[in-house]
């Protein structure tokens, strides 16, 4: 069993889209791609993912969230064309979260529309678990093979300048059901959220970007024995772990696929995970990096050390950078 894991397209479309739409959050969202981000995160960088991708016989994608930049209609009919033509895998084949640019604005959630155009990728095998959370069902459960995934939101809408994700009580509690369930007991977990397991140290940054409710979803998973958590937001490749009360899981960060960067670990690319079948474990995490050249290689995640954890909040000239 092999998972493809890529997260923060930030694809971007402002077509037909008037100015009253950005009488509102979208402004600042809106300057900062005009004068910082925008010259960074390229599409023809998310498409060589989806290439590569294609070429690398994926059992299942899981993307991380960020889809777009501002929430907007044409933002999202633009993502799912890509899902259905570049990446052009099944929908049971994919599954895909939401991140703080998907549900950027109050009308966005008020109009489900993450879930109106992606309701095929977040479908869900489990279907009596879930809650609405800001526009859409969750968490979501797909059983694949060895594996269940797992399909978490930690996005909210937020006011300008924050980024901050929250998953709320009520997901984490059906969170805590679904671990329970035999199905899911018998596989290993892969669960996908946006936002980091792990917050920086940084008090203020952690407000404005972090988790805010981490450790309460953390603690739904006392029990679990091993597994991953999956997730985007930080623009970076790194790996930590958590400890349970009976063993370890594995917490993988992507970096954005359309990002370009001097950054080693920030470059456009995605993660590959493989899974026994017979042991349900993970049995291999590499790093597929897109090269100058067009062609991707492969790199060990590395491991969280101090410099790299702290480095989310960071932009690639080292200056604070809001995810918002």
Do not use: C
């Amino acid at each position: 069993m092999r998972i493809a894991h890529f997260s923060d397209l930030h694809l971007l479309s402002l077509e037909g889209v008037g100015f009253h739409r950005f009488l509102n959050k979208r402004l600042t969202g809106w300057a900062m791609l005009r004068f910082h981000r925008g010259a960074v995160h390229k599409p023809h960088a998310v498409r060589a993912v989806a290439e590569e991708v294609s070429r690398a016989r994926i059992d299942h994608v899981a993307i991380t969230g960020d889809l777009t930049n501002l929430a907007l209609e044409s933002e999202f009919a633009l993502v799912k064309s890509f899902l259905e033509s570049d990446l052009g895998m099944h929908p049971d084949q994919v599954s895909v979260v939401p991140g703080n640019h998907d549900v950027y604005t109050r009308g966005a959630a008020r109009s489900r529309r993450f879930e109106t155009f992606f309701q095929a990728y977040i479908a869900s095998d489990l279907p009596q678990f879930g809650v609405d959370h800001h526009g859409a069902r969750y968490p979501f459960v797909k059983l694949r093979g060895p594996v269940a995934i797992i399909g978490m939101s930690s996005a909210v809408p937020r006011a300008p300048l924050m980024a901050s994700g929250r998953f709320g009580a009520a997901q984490i509690d059906q969170l805590a059901r679904i671990l329970e369930h035999p199905e899911v007991r018998a596989r290993t977990k892969v669960i996908l959220q946006h936002h980091p397991a792990h917050n920086v140290k940084n008090r203020v940054v952690a407000f404005l970007e972090g988790l805010h409710d981490s450790k309460h979803m953390l603690r739904a998973l006392h029990h679990v024995e091993h597994g991953l958590i999956l997730h985007g937001h930080s623009h970076i490749r790194v790996r930590r772990s958590v400890t349970t009360d009976v063993g370890a899981l594995d917490v993988i960060g992507a970096t954005s696929a359309s990002l370009l960067s001097s950054h080693p670990h920030r470059h456009s690319g995605f993660n590959l995970y493989e899974f026994d079948d017979e042991t349900r474990r993970l049995v291999g995490a590499e790093a597929h990096v897109l090269g100058d050249d067009g062609a991707f290689r492969r790199e060990e995640i590395p491991l969280d050390e101090g410099r790299l954890r702290e480095s989310y909040g960071r932009n690639d000239a080292g200056r604070p950078s809001m995810h918002d």
